[in-house]
């Protein structure tokens, strides 16, 4: 299995305050080539379980493998994307995008090389040039998207990287991923709230409780592959809908 969390909880301990279970005995996988999401209510947990896969936390009891391997608060296993929009504003997009590989000892000249390469894929081509801040919301979130894949790790771990984008700019960039995904044959863990979301891109859905953050229900998604919006509408789209909802709705 590429992934495997086993039984893992997290405490936030505190002098001042009390002391806080994020996460309870949490275990989930995800094979190699799958995308897996995980939904739940705000403040269950979701990112401090990715930061854990991630290695920037270490959790309190349990833990991660990564193809059989303990990765447990090991850092640089996976590509993570955190929720926070993390491009250097100095830097233009093309310096941006190319620094995962300049830390994996690429050559500069073959860095940028390779980086340009893959701005058409990304729609980005028009943009090598410009800083960050000349960027929508949606275009930024593709940089930061492009960066991650190119830590050229097996798992990426998406956190609610379209939360903060409009409605109509976040149906741009599902089409957009489901496309992409398609080609680069990646495996995602994502976290996210929303529903819809969950569904449109997931062959598995981990439905959280709210804090501590428990697994209430893994839902499986049947829908057929390639996926398309227009499925949305479909009624066995709306029955998945409607479970992840009664499921969400109760606690
Ligand atoms: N470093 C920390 N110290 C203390 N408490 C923390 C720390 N990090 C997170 N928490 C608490 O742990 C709980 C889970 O937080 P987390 O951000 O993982 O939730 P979440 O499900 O991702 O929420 P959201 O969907 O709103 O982003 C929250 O109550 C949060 O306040």
């Not at 086993?6 to 309870?24: G, H, I, P, Q, R």
């Not at 829908?223 to 809908?241: G, H």
């Amino acid at each position: 299995m590429m992934l495997e969390v086993k039984n893992v909880t997290k405490v936030f301990y505190s002098n001042k305050y009390e002391d806080l279970t994020a996460l309870e005995d949490v275990s989930l996988f995800v094979a190699k080539g799958e995308f897996v999401s995980i939904i739940g209510p705000s403040g269950c947990g979701k990112s401090t379980l990715l930061e854990m896969i991630a290695g920037l936390l270490k959790p309190t009891s349990g833990d991660i493998y990564l193809n059989g391997q303990s990765i447990t608060g090991k850092k640089g296993n996976t590509a993570y994307m955190p929720q926070k929009d993390v491009l250097f504003p100095w830097r233009t997009i093309i310096e941006n995008v190319m620094i995962p590989l300049e830390v994996q000892g690429v050559k500069k000249a073959k860095a940028k090389q390779e980086a340009l390469s893959l701005l058409p894929a990304f729609g980005l081509e028009q943009f090598a040039d410009h800083y960050p801040e000349m960027l929508s919301g949606g275009m930024r979130q593709r940089v930061n998207f492009l960066r991650t894949f190119l830590f050229r790790k097996e798992l990426m771990l998406l956190d609610e990287p379209f939360g903060k984008l409009d409605a109509l700019t976040k149906m741009q960039m599902h089409k957009w991923l489901l496309k992409i995904l398609e080609q680069l044959k990646q495996t995602v863990l994502l976290v996210t709230h929303d529903i819809e979301e969950a569904i449109l891109l997931s062959d598995r859905i981990y439905v959280f409780s709210s804090r501590p953050g428990k697994i209430k229900r893994e839902v499986v998604v049947t829908l057929d592959r390639p996926r398309t919006q227009e499925m949305i509408t479909s009624s066995a789209f709306i029955e998945i809908k409607k479970q992840l909802f009664d499921l969400l709705k109760t606690d």
